[in-house]
């Protein structure tokens, strides 16, 4: 198929500015988690410039709205770099505290939890956590389930890194939500 330079300079200018010129298939493990799943929303977590991961949020037949706690959705983060699980653990917790106070106790017991979940991750990783509402969550690495927790506060808070408006990074939820300005 022939295109027209402006059809080609238009797609130029969406590769420079990392649009995508189409989306992605759902991953093996969010294809049956979320039968029927489409993206919702994308973006990139950038720290001091340098590439972390890519986060894709993945929604079955309702999309996640302001009450994202209650539907069923699938974070997928790819990873960019080599990072230890421990540390991915305990920045994770910090984020989690910026949702509200967490009791200490809870504190200490979450962070052990995250630490068993989340392994050391390089280049082209991937970790996905299902959002399974009343239910819990489920965590897999590259596809093959790693963890699961039928504690729905911890998967309100952990899934709020993201999705809540308390988030540090309010432009990448934006984004997973599929609000971003163009």
């Known amino acids: 198929m022939k295109l027209s330079r402006r059809h080609a300079a238009l797609g130029l200018v969406g590769l420079a500015a990392g649009v995508r010129a189409e989306v992605p298939a759902a991953p093996v493990e969010v294809a049956a988690a979320l039968p029927g799943g489409r993206l919702q929303g994308e973006s990139r977590l950038r720290f001091f410039g340098l590439l972390i991961y890519d986060a894709r949020l993945w929604v079955g037949a309702q999309p996640v709205q302001a009450d994202w706690a209650t539907v069923p959705?699938?974070?997928?983060?790819?990873?960019?770099?080599?990072?230890?699980?421990?540390?991915?653990?305990?920045?994770?917790?910090?984020e989690m505290q910026r949702q509200g106070d967490i009791p200490p106790e809870t504190e200490q017991r979450w962070l052990a939890t995250l630490k068993q979940w989340v392994p050391d991750v390089?280049?082209?990783?991937?970790?996905?956590?299902?959002?399974?509402?009343?239910?819990?969550?489920?965590?897999?690495f590259n596809g093959v389930a790693r963890a699961e927790s039928a504690d729905t506060e911890l998967a309100r808070v952990f899934f709020g890194i993201w999705l809540s408006p308390r988030t540090s990074e309010p432009a990448l939820r934006e984004a997973l939500l599929g609000r971003a300005k163009p």
């Open 122 to 140: 390089k280049e082209g990783d991937r970790i996905t956590g299902v959002n399974l509402p009343g239910r819990g969550l489920k965590i897999y």
């Open 73 to 94: 959705f699938a974070l997928e983060l790819q990873y960019a770099r080599q990072l230890k699980g421990a540390q991915i653990a305990e920045r994770s917790l910090k």
